[in-house]
């Protein structure tokens, strides 16, 4: 059960944690590749919990970032309805810093994909500079296969649809043909 926290009206809200390790989706290919930008913000709570007085980025959170940017990619090509999960880091480097006004270009190119899972390749990029680099593995479980996973989703549909409406997957999302993407193609609830 989410805390709950009484905001400035003294109405109880849920605090809800949300972990967007990207902000927008600059593209995005159906079954090839996608890039997104994360704006690194000295406002966002983390930065001043690492190392105090010396604001970075730490290296799991851009590894997160790799991983959502890849993730989607992957996911878009069951049509984001089977259970898509982060299976391992085969490589990860990272070179350098990530600091306060830094943005990160995250571009994920999906190598290989079967009915098991799917074989990703992502960098991070600060500038010209790439801060990183990953090889990442996503596995596809079969949710009705077994009793631990009969009927789950990874996350609700109506979230799901708002999260890739905001980091513009159907603004700019494209099969390779060129067409566009669009939620109700996915089986999306109407808004």
């Known amino acids: 059960m989410p805390d709950i926290k009484h905001r400035a009206s003294g109405v109880k809200h849920p605090v809800i944690m949300r972990w967007f390790w990207l902000d927008r989706f600059t593209e995005f290919v ?17 930065l001043h919990d690492h190392w105090p007085y010396y604001p970075v980025m730490p290296n799991p959170l851009v590894a997160e970032g790799m991983a959502q940017c890849g993730g989607l990619l992957v996911s878009e090509v069951h049509r984001f309805s089977e259970l898509v999960v982060l299976a391992k880091f085969s490589k990860a480097t990272f070179d350098g810093e990530v600091r306060p006004g ?60 708002h999260w890739l409406r905001l980091v513009g997957v159907f603004e700019i999302g494209t099969r390779p043909d060129g067409s566009r993407l669009r939620p109700e193609d996915y089986g999306f609830p109407s808004a």
């Open 30 to 46: 159906s079954g090839s590749h996608a890039t997104a930008l994360k704006c690194v913000s000295l406002s966002e709570d983390y």
């Open 102 to 161: 830094d943005v990160l270009r995250y571009r994920a190119r999906i190598e290989q994909a079967k009915d098991s899972g799917a074989s990703v390749t992502v960098t991070a990029h600060v500038g010209v500079r790439q801060h990183a680099e990953a090889d990442i593995f996503f596995a596809r479980l079969d949710a009705e296969a077994a009793d631990q996973t009969k009927g789950r989703k990874l996350f609700d549909p109506v979230h799901l649809l």
